[in-house]
C-alpha cells in the first residue's frame, strides 16, 4: 500500500496543481494570511480599482476547513484525476486548454449580474464532475450509501443535495453550464457533423512542451481498454471503454 506521498507523486499534474492550489489558499486563510474579500470577484474592483488579480485568485478558494471543502477537494482528487488518466491520457494540453476556457467561461457568466458569485472554484469542480459524468455516463455512483444512480445524473444529484444543506445553487449552476458548453463544443457538436470549434490552441501545446507538463501527447482521445467493464470501475466514451484509475 503506497504512502501519502507517493501517492500524491502518482498525481496526474493539472489536478494535482488545482488540489494543491485550492489547499494552500485555504490553508493560507486559516493561518490569517489575508482575508478572502481580498482575492474575491469583483468586478468594479478590477475595472475602476485594477485589482486584475481578482480574475484570477476566485478560482481557488473553496472555503474555510470544513466538510464541505473536504467534499469539494475530494471532488477534484475523484474527477479530475480520473478525466486526466481516462479520456485525457497523454493529452495533459487539451485538459489545460479545458481548464482555461472553463475559467474564461466562468468569469463572462459571473458578469451577469443574478449570475454572479464572489468564488467561482466550486464552479470549476462542478465543471469537472459534469464532464466526467458525460464521458463515464453509465458509471455507478453511491451516494452516502443511500442513493445509487449512473453518473450520467450525478452533477444534479450534488446540486440538489447543495441545495437541501442550504448550500447557494449559482456556483454550481454555473459549473453545469461551463462544462455543458465545453462538452457541447468538443463532443456533441463534432458527432453531429460539426468542427470542433474548440480546438486547443498551439500555444498551450507549446506550452506544456516547453515545460515538459505530463506524459508525452498522443494522437487521439484516448487508449481504449479492451473488455473493459462498463460498471462504477469502467466508462464509455464514442462506443469505446476506458478504465478507470481508483
Known amino acids: 500500500m503506497s504512502s501519502p506521498a507517493e501517492w500524491y507523486n502518482t498525481l496526474p499534474p493539472i489536478s ?14 486559516q493561518l490569517g494570511l489575508y482575508q478572502p474579500v481580498h482575492i474575491a470577484l469583483s468586478y468594479p ?37 480520473q478525466l486526466e488518466r481516462g479520456p485525457f491520457d497523454r493529452r495533459t494540453a ?26 467561482l472554484a466550486i464552479s470549476v469542480v462542478f465543471m469537472l464532475l459534469y464532464i466526467w459524468s458525460r464521458e463515464f455516463p453509465i458509471a455507478q455512483i453511491n451516494i ?55 480546438k486547443t490552441p498551439m500555444w498551450v501545446h507549446k ?8 506524459a508525452p501527447a498522443v494522437v487521439g482521445r484516448a487508449q481504449p481498454v479492451n473488455n473493459a467493464r462498463q460498471e462504477s470501475s469502467s466508462g464509455v466514451f464514442r462506443g469505446r471503454s476506458y478504465r478507470l484509475n481508483e
Do not use: E
Not at 506550452?207 to 505530463?214: C, E, S, T, Y
Open 45 to 81: 474592483q478590477v475595472f475602476y480599482g485594477f485589482q486584475v488579480w481578482r480574475l484570477f485568485t476566485n478560482f481557488f478558494f473553496l472555503g474555510p476547513f470544513s466538510i464541505n471543502f473536504g467534499i469539494r477537494l475530494l471532488m477534484i482528487a475523484r474527477y479530475g484525476v
Open 94 to 119: 487539451d485538459f489545460l486548454w479545458m481548464m482555461i476556457f472553463g475559467g474564461f467561461a466562468l468569469l463572462v457568466l459571473s458578469a451577469i449580474p443574478f449570475l454572479w458569485t464572489p468564488f
Open 207 to 214: 506550452l506544456v512542451a516547453r515545460w515538459r507538463i505530463g
Open 144 to 198: 452516502y450509501g443511500l442513493v445509487s444512480l449512473k453518473a450520467f445524473y450525478l452533477p444534479w444529484a450534488m446540486l440538489a443535495l447543495d441545495v437541501i444543506f442550504g448550500s447557494p445553487i449559482i456556483p454550481d449552476l454555473l459549473g453545469i453550464i461551463a462544462g455543458h458548453l465545453y462538452y457541447f463544443s468538443t463532443v456533441l457538436h463534432p458527432l453531429a457533423g460539426g468542427k470542433n470549434i474548440l
Open 16 to 29: 494535482k496543481a488545482y488540489g494543491t492550489a485550492c489547499l494552500a489558499a485555504t490553508a493560507a486563510y
